[in-house]
Structures are given as structure tokens and as C-alpha cells.
């Protein structure tokens, strides 16, 4: 079997989004701009969706980059969005498959009532144009209807979107129960994958819920945390290293690159894992796809 070597060093970048979900670039753009930016490990980890992992796959066998599938599922934990990243499963397994189409039902439904409250803020037409930014019709995100707010000039840039619109208590939010946490967990694991908690910096849980998050978690078969990634600053880096060490968990790589316009991170552009941590590729390494 080929190896990766050295381990904790390698370029690894585990967290990204296509248009299959609220990327703005198809899999194969990705692929081509992770070998590019010399991404020796690669992931491609849609929300909600493993609908881009072949093309993924194809396309970084043919650069001759190594590949794990991926996705990023949404759930909800004492009632906080928590995001679940899943790797190196089988994006075929009916369990899995049919979990991630039930956790994407109810999106086009809050996209209306998201809309019917911009609208009564005085912004109109926003489903509409939200749907021209999306790839997927089941996958209509908050991020397209972000786009469409910069289209027309209410906000400079999506970051503003968000802070004046479409989070809690802002015009545009509506609350969403997304999978359960045990539910994701078991899909992944059933389908022969590696549940890894997703940038646990952006939660907003109280201590207790963050300890309850994480022991829940592993209770369900979870093995990994994003220690390196976009949305976490170094000081956040250092702290999830720490708690991953403390719970046993393998540490995760990953820029959560959505689009050149809007993300911060390029594709492998992080710093590397402390090398202390265990990296969640040294557990993977049988379901990595050479080429
Ligand atoms: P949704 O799944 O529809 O709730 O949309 C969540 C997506 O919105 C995330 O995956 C991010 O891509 C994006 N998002 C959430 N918060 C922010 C933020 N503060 N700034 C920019 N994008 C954000
Ligand atoms: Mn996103
Ligand atoms: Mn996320
Ligand atoms: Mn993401």
C-alpha cells in the first residue's frame, strides 16, 4: 500500500465546497486549483450532498492527486447548527444517501420564508434571486442569498450579509432543524467513513454544551476535529488542539474554500498540524483513491 510520508507535515486540505452545494466552482475547477496550489491530499465536502464526489474523484485521479470523499452534514445540538464532516466513506451507501436527501428537504421551504422576511424588510425578489447563484435545486444555502444581497448593493460583501442579515434575531433567519448528531455520526460510519466535527470555534454553545457536543459525539463513534482551518485564527488552532488531545480525537486539516471572490483561505493555504496531534489521514490511509 502507498504511504504518506512524512504524515504530519503534509499538504492536506479536507473542507471545500463545489456548486454542487454553495461553492462558486464545479469539482473539477477545485481539483485543478488544489493541484495548483500544491494540495497533496484532497477532499471535496459539499453540504448536505455527496452528488459532486465522483466527479471529484475523476478528476483528481486524472491530475494525479490523491482523493478522499467527503461532505459536510448539517445538525443541530442544543439547538445550535453544528456542522459534521464525513471522510473517506462510500459515496454510494444507501444510508448515507438517503439520510443526506432527508437533512436537504425543508431547504427550498425556509428559502421562501427567508425571502417573505427580506421582503417585508423592504428587499424584494430574493428567492428568485438566490436561485440564479444555485447549483443544485435541493441546495438553495443562505450564501446564495448572500450573493444575491451583494448583487444588488444592500451589502459590500457576503461577511456583511451575515452580520446584518441572515443569522439569529437578523431579518432573513429562520430557524432550521437540521440531522440529528447521532443520526450523521451512524450514516457516515455506516457507510465506512470518519465523523469529524467541523470548525468547533463557530459555535455558539455555552462550555456545558461544548463538553456535551463533544462527549455525545465520540458516545456515537465520532473520531475527528478541525483543528486547522479557514475559520479558525491560530489562537483557535492552538485551543482545538488541545481539546482534541483531551478527548482522543484525530485533528483535521482544511481551508472550507467556497469561491475565489469570497473565501479567505485559499485551497492548501493553512498552516500544518501541530505535530503532536494524530492527523485523521494516518486513520484513513486504506480509503485514500490514488490515481
Ligand atoms: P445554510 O446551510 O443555508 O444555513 O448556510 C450556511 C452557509 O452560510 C455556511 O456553510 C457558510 O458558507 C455561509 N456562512 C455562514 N455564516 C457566514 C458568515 N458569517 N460569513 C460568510 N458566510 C457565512
Ligand atoms: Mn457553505
Ligand atoms: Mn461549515
Ligand atoms: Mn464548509
Known amino acids: ?13 479536507l473542507h471545500c465546497h463545489s456548486v454542487v452545494s454553495d461553492g462558486t466552482l464545479t469539482p473539477e475547477q477545485l481539483a485543478q486549483r488544489a493541484k495548483t496550489n500544491g494540495v497533496e491530499l484532497w477532499a471535496l ?8 464526489q465522483h466527479r471529484a474523484m475523476a478528476a483528481a485521479s486524472a491530475l494525479g492527486l490523491p482523493y478522499l470523499t467527503g461532505v459536510e452534514v448539517s445538525v443541530t445540538f442544543a439547538s445550535v447548527t453544528v456542522h459534521i464532516v464525513g471522510l473517506g466513506f462510500d459515496p454510494d451507501h444507501p444510508a448515507l444517501v438517503q439520510g443526506l436527501a432527508q437533512t436537504r428537504g425543508g431547504r427550498d421551504q425556509r ?17 428568485d434571486g438566490a436561485l440564479k447563484y444555485v447549483g443544485n ?16 448593493g444592500v451589502c459590500q460583501d457576503t461577511n456583511e450579509v451575515f452580520r446584518r442579515f441572515l443569522t439569529e434575531n437578523k431579518p432573513g433567519f429562520v430557524p432550521h432543524r437540521w440531522a440529528k448528531l447521532g443520526d450523521a455520526v451512524r450514516w457516515i460510519r455506516e457507510a465506512g467513513g470518519m465523523a469529524i466535527i467541523a470548525h468547533p470555534a463557530r459555535y455558539d454553545h455555552s462550555p456545558t454544551a461544548e463538553y456535551a457536543l463533544f462527549t455525545e459525539f465520540i458516545a456515537h ?19 482545538y488542539a488541545d481539546m482534541a488531545l483531551e478527548f ?6 482544511g481551508s472550507d474554500f467556497h469561491s475565489p471572490e469570497e473565501s479567505h483561505t485559499d485551497l492548501g493555504a493553512l498552516p500544518h498540524l501541530q505535530g503532536k496531534l494524530t492527523p485523521v489521514w494516518e486513520l484513513l490511509a486504506d480509503r485514500i483513491h490514488w490515481h
Open 111 to 127: 428559502a421562501q420564508e427567508m425571502a417573505d422576511q427580506l421582503a417585508a424588510v423592504g428587499i424584494k425578489g430574493a428567492y
Open 45 to 52: 465536502t459539499d453540504h448536505d450532498e455527496v452528488g459532486g
Open 248 to 253: 482522543g480525537l484525530a485533528a483535521s486539516r
Open 137 to 152: 435545486p435541493e441546495l438553495i444555502s443562505r450564501t446564495h442569498f448572500a450573493r444575491f444581497l451583494v448583487e444588488t
Open 1 to 13: 500500500m502507498k504511504t504518506l510520508t512524512p504524515t504530519g507535515i503534509l499538504n492536506a486540505d
Open 221 to 239: 463513534g465520532g473520531q475527528g476535529v478541525e483543528v486547522v482551518t479557514g475559520s479558525h485564527s491560530a489562537a483557535e488552532a492552538i485551543q
